[in-house]
């Protein structure tokens, strides 16, 4: 998955790149690796997440290790997993995805994505329906949403492919952080599913341990 994402307010904004490769089986996600790409506004080396059930690795500017070391252990958690999801939308999880279409207002032809014929449907959420059916929106929030947070809507486009898997998706909520008012589009277009994905974990010896790397040199 490639995406993109954009904010804008009143006198400027920024946009940034990820790439996301996700390792899928018996039906889960079970592996992803996130790529943050080198931008303007983007220290470097550009940050790369590695997460497995219980785990997340990293590497990059946000991540420094200590000589000999090329990845740290970000976090150990029995309630880390990986998701594929893009601007609050799970993409992987056939439950959460059929509870977003259930709210599609429209749909027409969305042209070819993946070499593939694709509908595209549209409609809008709220961030308290989507904590609801979403395990990936969950995992991003520490609580229940609430008050107009809860409320806030979130407008969405999925081009669905002739065989339902998603091919494309567009995402956009406004923010309103004390008098600035933002917008936030996300848009990120997937290729290459049922290829081969084969993410594997770093070893112990190339790891740094979660008390190493907050000492090392940045």
């Not at 959460?96 to 549209?122: C, F, I, M, P, W």
Request: positive net charge.
């Amino acid at each position: 998955m490639s995406q993109i994402t954009t904010w804008r307010e009143a006198g400027g904004g920024a946009s940034y790149r990820k790439k996301i490769r996700a390792e899928l089986g018996k039906g889960t996600v079970t592996a992803t690796d996130i790529r943050e790409i080198a931008g303007p506004g983007v220290p470097q080396p550009a940050p790369r997440y590695l997460t497995f059930k219980g785990r997340t690795y990293c590497q990059g500017w946000i991540c420094p290790v200590p000589e000999g070391k090329s990845w740290v252990l970000l976090s150990e958690n029995e309630k880390t997993r990986p998701f594929l999801q893009s601007g609050g939308i799970d993409l992987a999880h056939p439950g959460a995805l059929k509870a977003v279409l259930a709210t599609t207002e429209s749909k027409h032809r969305g042209g070819a994505y993946d070499n593939t014929r694709t509908t595209v449907y549209q409609g809008t959420s709220t961030f308290g329906d989507l904590y609801k059916v979403s395990p990936a929106f969950r995992d991003q929030h520490d609580g229940t949403p609430t008050g107009k947070y809860a409320k806030t809507e979130l407008s969405w486009q999925l081009w669905l492919g002739e065989d339902q898997l998603v091919r494309r998706v567009r995402t956009s909520w406004p923010e309103q952080l004390g008098k600035r008012s933002i917008s936030n589009v996300v848009d990120a277009r997937l290729t290459g599913w049922g290829a081969k994905a084969d993410i594997a974990a770093p070893s112990a010896d190339e790891t740094a341990g979660p008390d190493d790397w907050r000492n090392s040199p940045s």
